[in-house]
């Protein structure tokens, strides 16, 4: 054991405690530095959704909760009171407000599946070697999607007005009477035209995603005599449910904010309500001035649509699980 001199201070072991608490600050000061960074990129996004999606959602709730009393002969200027759960009973208490809901859920329940199988058989197709002009035909089917949706809705308003419709006139040579504005074919009306527009975009999703899939798989199916039905039954769609869920949701929050075809479509069909929606009926209560029921119904209708969503996913967890 070697001593320092007198007079003289031993020099510091480099690989003491000092230098071991030095050396786990840093450590530790490490993950916070990261931390940092990473915040710092991301405080514009944050900045931006609270901004314009969490605030505007925050002032809706808030809105649902006041109404406007006026007083008097009406001539002096409102005051906003606390009205609760007021707005929700009246929404709710609606008849008109109810049947669109209802409305919204029937179409939804009939259109979205039928408009998903469509676009899957339509993938399905574009997915096959066989298959010729693969190219014409995806843009073929993803054009009506790439028209805005109120022309394409002015468009069908045409093509089923009353004394307008090619669509009636040769149903009248074959000795059908067909009126596709009537009462009882508004839902379907609505239906076609929304098939019409959004097949091509849940159909461009679908196909996408079979594109992932490796060739190898069909490949081995069809050495061991596995038809083409089969390949796309056992093989192709089971792989690709991800992109089935994801545009289901889409097509159930779609459904519950349809305005733009019953909007246009009331100019060819005087019976179709001015509530024939929620989100309608939201906008006749703006343009009655009325902005705390029109929150109101937004609100309801975003609950339903959380629900609707919500609800299928758990359905879909579930059974995968039991898969």
């Not at 001593?3 to 530790?28: E, M, N, S, V, Y």
């Not at 179409?107 to 693969?134: E, R």
């Not at 009477?177 to 239906?191: E, R």
């Not at 159909?203 to 996408?208: G, N, W, Y």
Request: hydrophobic residues 50%; contains cysteine.
């Amino acid at each position: 054991m070697t001593t320092a001199p007198a007079g003289r201070t031993a020099p510091r072991d480099p690989g003491g405690p000092g230098a071991a608490r030095t050396a786990t600050r840093t450590a530790a000061a490490r993950p916070r530095s990261r931390a940092r960074t990473a915040l710092l990129f991301l405080a514009p996004f944050l900045l931006l959704f609270t901004a314009l999606y969490l605030a505007p959602i925050g002032y809706t709730v808030y809105q649902s909760l006041f109404r406007m009393r006026r007083s008097g002969l009406g001539l002096s200027a409102p005051t906003e009171v606390f009205a609760g759960l007021g707005n929700y009973a009246t929404a709710l208490g609606d008849p008109e407000f109810r049947g669109s809901l209802l409305r919204v859920l029937l179409i939804g329940l009939v259109q979205v599946p039928l408009m998903l199988l469509l676009a899957l058989v339509l993938a399905l197709l574009l997915d096959a070697k066989s298959t010729m002009f693969k190219r014409f035909f995806r843009l073929a089917f993803f054009l009506p999607y790439a028209l805005p949706g109120v022309v394409g809705a002015i468009m069908w308003s045409y093509l089923v007005a009353p004394g307008l419709s090619p669509i009636t006139a040769a149903a009248e040579h074959l000795g059908l009477h067909l009126n596709l504005t009537s009462d009882g074919m508004l839902g379907a009306t609505i239906g076609n035209m929304l098939t019409w527009g959004w097949t091509g975009y849940n159909m461009l999703i679908i196909h996408s995603a079979l594109q992932s899939i490796p060739a190898e798989l069909s490949e081995a199916a069809v050495m061991d005599g596995c038809s083409a039905f089969g390949i796309a039954w056992r093989i192709k769609v089971p792989m690709i449910r991800p992109a089935l869920v994801l545009t289901t949701v889409f097509s159930i929050i779609g459904t519950a904010q349809l305005y733009n075809e019953p909007a246009i479509l009331h100019n060819v069909a005087p019976n179709l309500s001015s509530g024939y929606t929620p989100i309608y009926a939201a906008y006749n209560a703006v343009d009655a001035n009325n902005f705390n029921l029109a929150a109101t119904e937004s609100v309801v209708l975003a609950l339903l649509a959380l629900v609707l969503s919500f609800g299928f996913l758990k359905l879909v967890q579930r059974r995968g699980d039991a898969l």
